[in-house]
């Protein structure tokens, strides 16, 4: 490397970059689909309209339990160690707190998943600035000289460890886990969340429409919600005080690839390389930028440099791979420039991630993938200020009733296949039924319907894509902890022997849903206690294994489970419990230690947290 060569944009070549052409549709399909089914399973329209009723009566506890968060603090604790004023502020954010709309704009695993991001803890309010009534304001719990200061008074939500299994969320008050993670690489990630009110306080929802670049309307629409045309987008840079416009015109540069046109009309330049031709960054940075809304990154970078009196500001965008906006000086325009590797810098103010993504619900209705129906309803609202009042529901969909499904049946035609009573039927004699059975057993394969009918209640071969959908709508609800939608499809007829792509029964997804209401059914319909997944691991060892709740470990227990159980590595069920740190099953631990001592493997560690996934 010559002497004065920048080795941050060094070998860059920027024309490229510019001419790379981003294929929108690309876009589109890579996430979208995840996204899609996100927003119909993951927080389904029964759990917006309970939380809602529970938060409109007052009941902020009980909005949070609707919404499957678990409440990990006291107020009353909270005004003995921080002050009165933290605690009557925090109370009033409490008050106004809509947790199913937290729930709706958490981050998500994708990938093919429509989980949680897993390990994050995302800060929604720092009650400790300045002037906000924190605990230097003084008062009860502030202490005098010499006082132990109170740990750090911010108010957190805190996502399941694995990216696969339960969906429950804990909001808690107080440490950020800092040290933790300084301690330990693999503690949560902490996200600031507390410029993002509108994704949680009902006072602030409006505000959304400005987060994605709006102003009156959302970009690409009407106010009323009505998709603008090709002739009502701009065709030239808009004049000044046109927001939505404006976001508009960067968007269409970008996605035509012209990203040095796009930061030109921001007012940011993009750097030379070292001998002044453009440059070329890294494929991997492009790739993250085509999900960025560029209006709203340079915004809020500027308004965060101005704020914090700056000279650069980072956005990340994937980990470790970000973009620095530097202040213009003297002569020289303001200029962005990627920085791949490396731990943020300490000394640059970090743009909070929410301002770094494209609002995935406005990418689905341009793409026709919902309507405005289908959003949250206080998303409608904020997106839609102009939109009439909906004649039905708003809200994601419920469950659909199961149809019949036609099969191609080997030398018999097309044959239609359906659920009735909780069963898969299909329109072959019990002669006809026991002769294929009779080829499996001599190592022939079934076909037509009764492959259809064994890949269902085995969770091995294909399945017709609509039965697929079936099970896939099925699973889905249970995932996120839809025990109304699961409990509503079974009355519907569903047959409840289905197993999932790792042949799961749902008994093995009881952590996951209410099992008091769904264990008594799944047993009278003949489900086994003893049913092995693709691990050899047993109901019981999945209720162990993903963190399911000792009520549910006893409930399998009453029911008969066996407690003797191995994997298919010879891992026992007290191997699990100590893997996992089970302190609260030691009930169980100690009877096993009882009746069957030395089970399992000595020095067994579970080689991989994640026991659960979206295969249907």
């Given amino acids: ?64 339990t609707a919404a499957n968060i678990d409440v990990a603090f006291d107020v009353h604790a ?256 303001p200029r962005v420039r990627p920085l791949s590797g490396g731990p943020p810098h300490r000394d640059w103010p970090a743009l909070a991630d929410h301002h770094c993504a494209r609002l995935p619900d406005l990418e689905l209705l341009r793409a026709g993938r919902i309507t405005p129906e289908r959003l949250h309803p206080l998303v409608r609202a904020a997106l839609f200020p102009g939109r009439p009042a909906a004649e039905g529901p708003v809200g994601p969909p419920g469950p659909e009733a199961p149809r019949s499904v036609r099969v191609r049946c080997q030398g018999r035609g097309w044959h239609e296949m359906r659920f009735r009573g909780g069963t898969l039927t299909m329109p072959h004699t019990d002669e006809e039924r026991e002769r294929e059975l009779a080829l499996l057993a001599f190592g022939g394969a079934l076909s037509g319907c009764f492959g259809a009918h064994r890949a269902w209640t085995s969770g091995r071969g294909r399945l017709p894509k609509a039965l697929l959908a079936q099970r896939r709508e099925l699973f889905q609800r249970a995932q996120h902890g839809d025990t109304a939608g699961v409990l509503w499809l079974l009355d519907a007829g569903v047959d409840p022997s289905v197993r999932n792509g790792r042949r799961q029964t749902l008994l093995h997804l009881l952590h996951l849903v209410d099992h008091e209401e769904l264990l008594p059914r799944l047993l009278k319909a003949g489900l086994g206690l003893e049913d092995l997944d693709h691990r050899a691991c047993t109901p019981l060892h999945s209720a162990v294994g993903s963190r399911g709740s000792p009520a549910l470990v006893r409930a399998l227990l009453a029911a008969g489970a066996r407690i003797d159980a191995v994997d298919d590595n010879g891992a026992s069920i007290n191997n699990m419990i100590h893997a996992f740190r089970r302190k609260d099953l030691d009930f169980l631990k100690e009877r096993i230690d009882r009746e069957h001592p030395g089970i399992g493997v000595e020095d067994w560690d579970y080689y991989d947290v994640d026991w659960e996934d979206d295969q249907e």
């Fill in 1 to 64: 490397m010559t002497a004065g060569t920048n080795p941050v944009t060094a070998g860059t070549n920027w024309a490229a970059f510019n001419t790379a052409g981003t294929n929108w549709a690309a876009f589109v399909t890579d996430e979208l689909s995840d996204w899609e089914r996100i927003r119909r399973y993951a927080v389904p329209r029964r759990m917006i309209e309970l939380a809602t009723a529970r938060r409109a009566a007052g009941d902020w506890r009980g909005a949070c």
């Fill in 78 to 333: 909270v005004a003995r160690e921080h002050g009165a004023q933290v605690a009557e502020r925090l109370s009033t954010d409490l008050l106004h707190l809509a947790p199913d709309l937290l729930r709706w704009h958490l981050p998500r695993a994708l990938n093919g998943r429509t989980t949680l991001g897993p390990g994050l803890a995302l800060v929604l309010a720092d009650y400790d600035e300045p002037g906000e009534g924190g605990p230097g304001a003084g008062g009860p719990g502030a202490g005098g000289p010499g006082a132990a200061r109170p740990g750090p008074a911010v108010l957190q939500v805190l996502t399941p460890i694995g990216v696969d299994g339960h969906q429950r969320l804990v909001l808690r008050f107080g440490d950020t886990g800092a040290d933790e993670q300084r301690a330990n690489p693999d503690a949560r990630t902490t996200l600031d969340w507390t410029s993002a009110r509108a994704r949680w306080d009902v006072r602030r929802t409006g505000e959304l429409l400005a987060a994605c670049g709006g102003d009156g309307r959302a970009p690409f629409f009407q106010a009323d919600g009505t998709p603008l045309t090709a002739a009502e987008l701009p065709s030239a840079a808009p004049g000044p005080g046109d927001a939505t416009a404006l976001t508009e015109w960067v968007a269409l540069l970008h996605q035509r690839g012209d990203l040095a046109a796009a930061f030109d009309v921001l007012g940011f330049d993009l750097p030379p390389s070292a001998d002044g031709t453009p440059a070329e960054p890294p494929h991997e940075l492009w790739g993250l930028l085509r999900k960025a809304n560029l209006a709203v990154v340079a915004r809020e970078a500027a308004r965060l440099a101005d704020l914090k009196g700056a000279d650069s500001v980072q956005a990340t965008f994937a980990r470790r791979r970000r973009l620095i906006f530097e202040t213009g000086s003297g002569t020289r325009r």
